[in-house]
């Protein structure tokens, strides 16, 4: 006979350990996490899809909590909902084994305090093809952290994926921080994905020619980028094929007997090895904690560069596959964008690449107000869930700075994106260079927009909501209406235009009729929609919801006659 009381503890255990197995899968079902939506991908959040309109604050901002005091509330006046925030290694294991989380937990309270949300970038082993942030315990121990090395020998500055010690240690301090992270957000989701590393590669030559990293390069390329290679074949990055291509689509060998030898075969070769140390760490953190990990892409500022131009190895559009094959437990790869926007949106937007551009607008350079159209374009033309511009906590960006007019419009339009991303009925513009009008097509309509002369941005959004009814936002733009088939139609009018908002509940409200001098006759609207084109602001910005009327063919097929009324 069992003694007394045995199987009601057995029962209670039972209960227990069921209750915590119920809490757990209940944790992870309500993560963040990007889902396919469509044919694109959307961030989901408590399982509410989720854009991010953000900004990223420069790399040392987050360590100064007094200022960063003075982020959030600019940061939120400007219309933004995340914050992208550089967590540093150095800042979180100062001494060995010590792990001190006072900088993440006082970023949380911020965030929280006013109703924002946070990515935060791990600066850890490498930041910007360097090795700035990680702690000096590290930095100043050069047998168990080894250097990558030059041709001549001499050690640089750079922390080598070879070294097993460095990945076991920067592990062991990423998955404390996204312990910790469980710990105290686990619930409230207050920080929605995390960045593993920024913009590695190595700058100043193409490859590491330390003796380890000599050895590995005249060895075999592994198995299973081989592997992924024959199977994605007819799918790869142009630029990976072509160099495959002509050396007769080898199924095997070393790197130059597979790819080449040139330059761009050192590029694949670090972009595996660069991919398989970041995969490793997002794959223990992700047993930890499973929320959206990625890692980012410095691109530079002309076309191609050359590998050690830009960094060797990153997760560039052209190493998209090396980095696929390499790094399966990264959730996406961000390009930051500072030059060629429209481009290299398209270049990252991928059926197995969710779009996320987690910097852009060089102010460096001089570029100072791109934010607000190219917000528009990520989200209504290469459906992307997020979009952020660097050092969002300059100076430069005061409380009436124009991305917080296109952040406003986003935000009141956002319901209307999540429903149509992915799909043809959603569709935006932006003047990018010299470009002086743009057309574009959704179902039996052509929209031909011209931009504004004397407005340095120009941009806006067609959502069609309706057979006949589309919701259009934007600044600095007229937009020209007519049947993209002339003979099965024989011209266009618009029958209705108002502007206003949409409330809490997705209902759209009424400010105005709109007509006479504030549309162009019958076939054009102005954004914003102002008579005589007398108002020439970065922060005007106009939502329409309108009706066009496609007129059926003539029996003698003439078509419509022209609407000559004037413009003013």
Known sequence: M????????????????????????????????????NDKWLLHVHDEPMLILGGQVMNSSTFDVEWMDSVWPRA???????????????????????????????????????????????????????????????????????????????RLEVLSFYGEHTLAADTRAFVAMVEHLKAVDGEENTVVMVQIQNEVGLLGDSRDRSPMAEAAFNSPV???????????????????????????WRASGTWTEVFGDTIFTDEIFMAWHYARFIDQMAEAASAVYDVPYYANAWLGQVPDPVPGQIPSGGPVARMMDVWKAGAPHLALLAPDIYAMFSERTANFSRDD?????????????????????????????????????????????????????AYGALDNLSHLIVEHIGTPNMRAFFREGDETNHTLTIGPYQFSITYQSRL?????????????????????????????????????????????????????????????????????????????????????????????????????????????????
């Open 76 to 154: 939120k006046a400007l219309n933004l909902n995340t914050l992208i925030l550089p967590i540093s290694w150095q800042a979180v294991e100062e001494v060995e084994g010590q792990f001190d989380f006072s900088l993440i937990d006082e970023a949380i309270r911020q965030a929280r305090a006013h109703d924002m949300k946070i990515v935060f970038a791990w600066f850890g082993t490498w930041k910007n093809g360097r090795s700035f942030f990680p702690p000096e315990y590290v930095m100043t121990d050069l047998e168990r952290f080894p250097r990558m090395e030059s041709a001549d020998g001499q």
């Open 2 to 37: 069992k003694p007394t009381g045995m199987k009601p503890l057995k029962t209670l255990c039972g209960i227990f350990a069921g209750l915590a197995l119920s809490l757990s899968s209940a944790l992870q079902a309500h993560l963040p996490e990007v889902r396919p939506v």
């Open 222 to 248: 592994p198995a299973e980028l081989m592997d992924y290679l024959v199977t994605n074949k007819e799918r790869l990055k142009p630029h990976l094929r072509e160099l495959w291509a002509l050396q007769s």
């Open 353 to 405: 690449n969710p779009l996320l551009v987690p910097e852009a607008v060089p102010l460096w350079l001089g570029s100072l107000n791109e934010g607000g159209p190219q917000a528009f374009h990520t989200f209504g033309e290469a459906h992307g869930f997020g979009y952020a511009p660097f050092a969002i906590d300059h100076s430069f960006y005061t409380e009436d700075h124009p991305i917080g007019v």
């Open 456 to 568: 340095e941005q120009c941009y806006g959004i067609i959502i069609r909501t309706g057979d006949n009814e589309f919701v259009i936002a934007g600044n600095g733009a007229r937009v020209f209406i007519t049947p993209t088939d002339g003979e099965a139609h024989s011209g266009l009018s618009i029958t209705f235009v108002e502007e206003g908002h949409f409330d809490d509940e997705d209902q759209f409200v009424r400010q105005r009729i709109v007509g006479g001098d504030e549309v162009v006759g019958t076939v054009g609207l102005k954004l914003p929609a102002h008579g005589y084109d007398l108002e020439h602001s970065l922060n005007n910005m106009t939502i329409l919801r309108t009706r066009f009327f496609l007129h059926p063919p003539r029996e003698d097929g003439a078509a419509q006659a022209l609407d000559e009324t004037p413009e003013f």
